[in-house]
C-alpha cells in the first residue's frame, strides 16, 4: 500500500525538531546505535534553524504524523567543482516502509540537489543492510566498493588539534 494522496515531503520547520529528533532516536535504534545518541533537539534545533545553518532537513508526513525524515548539508567535489548533498541520515518507521515513503525522499532530495545544480548526491549505508543497499541500488545509486569512511571523533580531533 502506497500512501500517495496522504503523503506530504516538506522541509522541516522549527517547529518539527522534537518529532525529527523522536525519528534520529529511532534510527539509532534501528542501527543498533542508541548508546551512541548523546545529542538533543534543542542542539538540532539550532544547527537547523540558527544563526549558522549546518544541516538541512526533510521530513515524510502521512495524514499529519511524521514518519520519515532525511537530513542532509552541502559538500563540494573539487574536481567536479560544484555543490553536492551529502545525506547524512536517511529512515522510515519501521511500520510505514515498503509503501514509497523512502523513494519519495529521495526523490525529493534529488530534485533539491538538481535546482541546486549540485554535481553529486551521496551517502553511505552499513554493510550489513543488504536490503537498504538493494534498494539504494534500485534508485540508481553505485555503492563504492573501493572506498573508506576515515572518521576523526571528538577526542581524537582534541588531540589532532592540539599537535
Excluded at 523522536?22 to 540558527?50: C, D, M, P, R, W
Excluded at 526523490?107 to 551517502?123: H, P
Aim: glycine letters at 6%.
Amino acid at each position: 500500500m502506497t500512501f500517495d494522496s496522504d503523503l506530504i515531503i516538506r522541509f522541516a520547520e522549527p517547529g518539527d525538531s522534537a518529532v525529527l529528533f523522536e525519528l534520529i532516536q529511532g534510527l539509532a535504534e534501528y542501527e543498533k546505535l542508541s548508546a551512541a545518541v548523546t545529542g538533543n533537539a534543542q542542539t538540532l534545533q539550532e544547527h537547523l534553524f540558527g544563526e549558522r545553518k549546518y544541516i538541512e532537513a526533510i521530513l515524510a508526513e502521512v495524514t499529519g504524523k511524521a514518519v520519515g525524515f532525511a537530513l542532509f548539508f552541502h559538500n563540494y567535489s573539487t574536481f567536479l567543482t560544484k555543490p553536492g548533498i551529502y545525506l547524512e541520515d536517511i529512515f522510515v518507521l519501521p511500520e510505514y516502509r515498503r509503501q514509497g515513503i523512502g523513494k519519495a525522499l529521495l526523490t525529493k532530495l534529488a530534485k533539491i540537489a538538481v535546482d541546486r545544480n549540485c554535481g553529486r548526491l551521496e551517502w553511505s549505508v552499513l554493510d550489513w543492510n543488504i536490503s537498504a543497499q538493494e534498494f539504494y541500488r534500485s534508485m540508481g545509486a553505485d555503492i563504492l566498493e573501493d572506498w573508506r569512511i576515515c572518521r576523526v571523533s571528538e577526542t581524537a580531533i582534541t588531540k589532532l588539534a592540539n599537535q
